[in-house]
């Protein structure tokens, strides 16, 4: 079974619209989480990290349920810049290593 | 500032071929990470150094592949006697001391294994 498990999508949007994404971990006693975003043929990028309480960054919410194991993404009035493929990334606080997910794939249309 | 550099970009080479890939972190990073990512999948963990201390290599697919950082700064991820299955964009990241989860990752070189 994978550490970290992504639905890929695609999610096509239009613009305006709230989209959420989800993400489910293996390992119960994972500590920390993040979501990175990637652009077509980029690096990947920190976009927030993922507190037990929930946190907010303008129109981008992340949330934690540990009892689901999951973590989600909420994207409102989304612009066509949010186009790209968000990974979630999840630390088992067992080392220094970060499993990534697959990434879910974004287009928001005009 | 400047970023994490890769080199080379892309890397095309015969199977059987050795390939050495390079790694410039951000200048002052002490943590280090090298990931493999296949088409359509995610960054996959291969390696991770503390300065010129390589605390965790358990990602590495085979003996086939090695990675160094001897000086604590630029690293190479070494593979030899490519396989097919080796091609992928190799990524290599870099994070300050204490914050090891926000990584800065350079462009990546792509390897094609022919």
């Known amino acids: 079974r994978k550490e970290v498990e992504q639905d890929p999508g695609p999610f096509n949007v239009p613009e305006g619209a709230t989209v959420a994404f989800n993400c489910t971990y293996s390992?119960?006693?994972?500590?920390?989480f993040f979501w990175y975003r990637q652009d077509c043929r980029k690096e990947p990028k920190l976009l927030m990290s993922?507190?037990?309480s929930g946190n907010e960054d303008g129109r981008f919410t992340a949330q934690l349920n540990r009892a689901s194991q999951y973590i989600s993404l909420l994207i409102r009035d989304s612009k066509l810049s949010d186009s790209a493929t968000y990974l979630c990334?999840?630390?088992?606080?067992?080392?220094?290593?970060?499993?990534f997910g697959t990434g879910t794939s974004l287009t928001v249309i005009p | 500032g400047a970023g994490v550099s890769q080199s080379p970009r892309y890397k095309v080479a015969k199977r059987g071929q050795d390939v050495a890939l390079r790694c410039d972190p951000i200048s002052g990073h002490v943590s280090l990470f090298w990931y493999q990512q296949a088409l359509g999948q995610g960054p996959e963990f291969l390696t991770y150094f503390q300065n010129e201390a390589q605390l965790d290599k358990s990602g590495l697919p085979s003996d086939r592949f090695f990675a160094e950082r001897p000086e604590g700064s630029v690293s190479t991820l070494k593979i030899q006697r490519t396989q097919q299955e080796d091609s992928a964009v190799y990524l290599c990241?870099?994070?300050?001391?204490?914050?090891?989860?926000?990584?800065?990752f350079g462009p990546g070189t792509r390897l094609t294994v022919t």
């Open positions: 990334v999840v630390n088992p606080n067992t080392g220094n290593q970060f499993y």
């Open positions: 990241a870099s994070s300050l001391a204490g914050r090891p989860y926000e990584q800065y």
């Open positions: 390992n119960s006693a994972s500590q920390s």
């Open positions: 993922v507190y037990s």
